[in-house]
């Protein structure tokens, strides 16, 4: 008995190498000179005008604040509140600091329920401390209830999150 299970497993494992060979790329044989591609660097793709160019990571923009209100200042700086009317504008205004090209950056409310209530986001190109402001509207008016604004940087979450109400 213990010679058939012994001789199982030798079977399997044969037949599992003989699979992996069997999809082995087979390699390009009219150029016998030619290096193997592992070895061969590969040149970079010449850039053009159409090619759109790489995203800078946004790990040289840090959030340092985040503040929910009503209204932004000139400097588009926001005064925090808690307490919205249903008809009020909500501004998520996101304070950064580093630079980056290109820097995805995204508000996200969401109702009680954890059902979202607003996501908008803003292509940022900083080079030092800039305040981005993300504005919600709704038009019927914003059920009655708690709130989150959470901010993201290129789908992560960064800076902290805001509770508000609206009544």
Do not use: H
């Not at 926001?78 to 996101?94: E, G, H, W």
């Amino acid at each position: 008995m213990k010679k058939s299970s012994i001789s199982t497993a030798v079977l399997a494992a044969l037949l599992a190498t003989v699979a992996l060979a069997g999809c082995k790329k087979k390699e390009d044989t009219a150029d016998n000179n030619a290096q193997p591609a592992a070895m061969t660097p590969a040149a970079p793709a010449p850039m053009t005008e159409a090619a759109p160019q790489p995203m800078t990571a946004a790990a040289g923009v840090n959030v340092s604040a985040v503040t929910v209100g009503k209204t932004a200042a000139a400097d588009k700086s926001v005064t925090s509140v808690a307490l919205f009317a249903p008809k009020d504008d909500i501004i998520v205004s996101i304070r950064t600091d580093g630079s980056a090209n290109n820097a995805n950056v995204a508000a996200k409310l969401t109702f009680q329920n954890g059902q979202v209530a607003g996501e908008q986001n803003q292509v940022v190109n900083a080079t030092g401390a800039e305040t981005t402001n993300i504005s919600f509207k709704n038009a019927n008016g914003w059920p009655a209830g708690k709130y989150r604004a959470e901010v993201m940087v290129d789908g992560k979450a960064a800076g902290s999150p805001q509770e508000f109400e609206v009544k």
